[in-house]
């Protein structure tokens, strides 16, 4: 199955499109991990905004009971702002990355720069002109295990004044820096939460999946434990991988293979699980395992 997704930038306001079908149906009760990337500053609200951003996103999303949030650091993040997260998938660093830590979903995100319209509003003889500045946040959930987007979503808000008060900066930078700051201190606080709500309910709604792993002396195991909820007696279905399939720009995409049989969980730890097979199969370490919610 080859899922073909797009990213269209839309300024509507308070608008949520999900562009991305999942390629399986399904969620679980189990908790996902969420790996946050560090948001691509479109905006030029400077490092010391974006990481303030960024904190305030990880937290909200942190008190939801369904995620575990991860935080990306690494000192080579800023170079990767070449490869902006507005098509399938994400840079190929941070998926791996995001498997070698046992992650379910990667967020790449970007604030878009500020658009400015002008409108007449009211009603005669009250009718004034108003500059309308629309603050626009991008958020794309990727499924590790495929490296392929599972859901997009826009929102955008937006911000009025009087047209005889707005004071332009000067022609190639139409808004002063102050009018900047105040206009992203109005809407962020909205658009973080609505992204938040969307990222919860993309994670709840996509199926649960991890790639078993190898551990000497241990033999096969679930790289997920306690921590996401998993219980002695848990069902996953087994997938084999299916063939890679490349886009357009060339990216591969690990797409899911066959179902081959069913496991239960015997043993659980606080990072990994132990299981017994219900049917008979050959397992190798890289199948998929899907959570029987």
């Avoid at 987007?149 to 004044?161: L, P, V």
Wanted: some cysteine; overall charge negative; charged content about 25%.
């Amino acid at each position: 199955m080859i899922l073909v997704i797009g990213l269209v930038l839309s300024a509507g306001c308070g608008v949520s499109r999900k562009l991305a079908g999942k390629v399986m149906p399904g969620g679980s009760e189990l908790k996902k991990r969420a790996m946050v990337t560090t948001p691509l500053d479109l905006a030029s609200l400077g490092p010391q905004r974006i990481a303030a951003v960024k904190q305030d996103f990880t937290v909200r999303l942190g008190k939801s009971n369904d995620v575990l949030v991860f935080s990306y650091e690494n000192p080579l993040e800023a170079a990767l702002a070449n490869k902006p997260p507005f098509g399938p998938g994400a840079p190929r660093e941070i998926i791996d990355a995001a498997e070698r830590e046992r992650m379910h979903a990667v967020v790449t995100w970007s604030l878009a720069p500020i658009d400015v319209d002008v409108r007449r509003e009211g009603i005669w003889p009250f009718r004034e002109t108003r500059r309308f500045y629309a603050t626009t946040v991008i958020l794309n959930v990727v499924d590790v295990s495929q490296g392929a987007i599972i859901a997009t979503h826009t929102e955008s808000r937006e911000f009025s004044i009087p047209e005889d008060e707005a004071a332009p900066a000067g022609v190639d930078d139409p808004i002063a820096s102050e009018l900047v700051n105040e206009i992203w201190d109005a809407n962020l606080p909205d658009l973080l939460k609505r992204q938040v709500d969307n990222t919860i309910e993309s994670l709840k709604e996509a199926p649960w999946r991890a790639t078993l792993v190898s551990i000497e002396g241990e033999g096969l195991v679930i790289p997920a434990g306690h921590d996401t909820g998993i219980k002695v007696g848990d069902r996953f279905d087994v997938f084999t991988r299916g063939e890679p399939v490349t886009a357009a720009g060339g990216k591969r995409y690990d797409l899911v293979g066959r179902r081959i049989g069913k496991i239960e969980v015997t043993g659980v730890t606080d990072r990994q699980a132990t299981f017994r097979t219900l049917s008979q199969m050959n397992l190798e370490a890289g199948m998929i395992v899907q959570h029987r919610s």
